[in-house]
Structure formats: structure tokens, C-alpha cells
């Protein structure tokens, strides 16, 4: 019987693009070491598959922060432009001004402001809150590649705890879908409050 051990390997693809690739084998006795089978070209391919998909989750999270943004300003300055862009470019735009902040001032203004405060928004607040934790997830997480082919996505991330999530296009899907119904509902409160505090 052969002892599990954990191995990886690291792969370097021109100047910018490494690539972990980790696993589990079992190694027989006297035997030290085992080539990683797996192709390169098809590595390759599902790297940049990754690089595509880390993209579409930030660019989609911008789009929705950017739309809470704009309800924010709209909800606090109302008409005035002068106020709304020294908001935007002093305080919205600063890198301490997190994603979840935003969120939650947000939420609050919904709560306190007719005549959003007399609708339950808990289920937009927690699809908001989603994507920020996929979007971190994306942008900070530690990725692997594994499976016997190093045919999986595998990202690493701390969230409470440790966790590990396998990355494939249906988890790409329904985050792209969750960040399509999110701006719907925004851009349909961002249209009353137009009606309601700007007209």
C-alpha cells in the first residue's frame, strides 16, 4: 500500500501567466517521484478560458457598484451637480470605500427614504451581497488547477474560513444571470427616484 501525498506543479506561460497546478497521489514504495499528466495546450486553453471568466465577474460587479453609486448620488444631492460630483470623486471613488459599503449605505437610504422604506429589498441586498463575495472571491482568490489532467478550476479563498470552489461555466452563468436581474431591479429604482426626487 502507497502513502497519499499531496504534490503541484508550476507552470509558467510567457512572461506574465503562472499556473499552480495541485493534486493527490499515491505514491508506491520506493518510488520518489511521478510525472503530471496532463497536456499543455489544453492547460493553456483552459487558462485563458479562467482569465475570460475572472474578467466578465469584475467587469459585471462594476456595473452593478457603478449603478448603486449613481443611485446613492441621486438619492442624497438630488439635483445638484456640483455636490454629487465632489461626493463621486472624494468619497466614492476612494479605495477605503469598499463594494459592501457602498451596499450598506445604500440599504440604508431604502430603508429611511419614501418610498422605498415601505418595500422589503432583502432579497436585491442579498444577491448585491453575492456578488461581492464571488467578486472578491475572483479578484483575491488563489487558483489551481487539478484532477488527474489538471482538467479542473479549482479557486481558493477565505470567507469565515477556508473554502475551495470548482470554477466551470455554469457557475459563470449564474453569476452573470444574478448581476442581470440585480441591474434590472436598480435601474428600476434608480428610474423612481428620477421620478421622485429629481423631476
Not at 121 to 127: A, H, N
Not at 164 to 169: D, H, L, R
Not at 176 to 182: D, G, I, L, M, P
Amino acid at each position: 500500500m502507497g502513502e497519499f501525498r499531496e504534490i503541484g506543479s508550476v507552470v509558467p506561460f510567457g512572461s506574465a501567466d503562472i499556473i499552480k497546478i495541485r493534486g493527490t497521489i499515491e505514491v508506491q514504495p520506493n518510488s520518489e517521484t511521478k510525472v503530471l499528466d496532463y497536456d499543455t495546450l489544453d492547460l493553456l486553453e483552459l487558462h485563458e478560458s479562467f482569465k475570460l471568466w475572472r474578467g466578465e465577474i469584475i467587469t459585471n460587479s462594476i456595473s452593478v457598484e457603478e449603478k448603486i453609486e449613481e443611485i446613492i448620488i441621486k438619492l442624497l444631492f438630488r439635483k445638484e451637480v456640483d455636490g454629487a460630483n465632489l461626493f463621486r470623486s472624494i468619497v466614492l471613488t476612494r479605495d477605503s470605500f469598499s463594494f459592501m459599503q457602498k451596499c450598506k449605505v445604500f440599504s440604508d437610504l431604502l430603508k429611511n427614504l419614501l418610498p422605498f422604506k415601505e418595500r422589503d429589498y432583502s432579497s436585491l441586498i442579498q444577491k448585491i451581497h453575492d456578488i461581492i463575495n464571488t467578486r472578491n472571491e475572483f479578484a483575491h482568490g488563489k487558483v489551481n488547477y487539478e484532477g488527474a489532467k489538471a482538467e479542473k478550476i479549482v479557486v481558493d479563498y477565505f470567507k469565515e474560513k477556508p473554502r475551495s470552489e470548482e470554477i466551470n461555466t455554469e457557475v459563470i452563468e449564474k453569476f452573470s444571470q444574478k448581476c442581470r436581474e440585480c441591474y434590472t431591479e436598480l435601474d428600476a429604482i434608480l428610474t423612481e427616484v428620477h421620478k421622485t426626487y429629481c423631476s
